[in-house]
Nanobody, 127 residues
Framework: QVQLVESGGGLVQAGGSLRLSCAAS??????????MGWFRQSPGKEREFIAAMNWSGGSTYYADSVKGRFTISRDNAKRTVYLQMNSLKPEDTAVYYCAADTRRSMPTMIPRNYDYWGQGTQVTVSS
């Protein structure tokens, strides 16, 4: 089992920044590589891909809506993945989830490919 815990959400004004963290614990992945992703979901909408990366390869992917504003990164020693969010907009308001795909080394944008999810953290951007 893998446990993922997000933190760092909150209320911010438009144009501001937040950094989300996702700490992984549990199952040991020594010698293997797995992909990590960030998704978000607003009321009445489907879960939306935001960003993803290979755990140790450094390959990253972004949704067009956040490209140039958000940055995904990781600290392998801390087993933590980050999402730096800059120039936030009211439409970025959502619950943000991190997820782990333990079956693939390369990240994908498909939520059903991820087998472990955090509980989510609320991000609210005021206008």
């Amino acid at each position: 089992q893998v446990q993922l815990v997000e933190s760092g959400g909150g209320l911010v004004q438009a144009g501001g920044s937040l950094r989300l963290s996702c700490a992984a614990s549990g199952r040991t992945f020594s010698g293997s590589r797995y992909a990590m992703g960030w998704f978000r979901q607003s009321p009445g909408k489907e879960r939306e891909f935001i960003a993803a990366m290979n755990w140790s390869g450094g390959s990253t992917y972004y949704a067009d809506s956040v490209k140039g504003r958000f940055t995904i990164s990781r600290d392998n020693a801390k087993r933590t993945v980050y999402l730096q969010m800059n120039s936030l907009k009211p439409e970025d308001t959502a619950v943000y989830y991190c997820a782990a795909d333990t079956r693939r080394s390369m990240p994908t944008m498909i939520p059903r490919n991820y087998d472990y999810w955090g509980q989510g953290t609320q991000v609210t951007v005021s206008s």
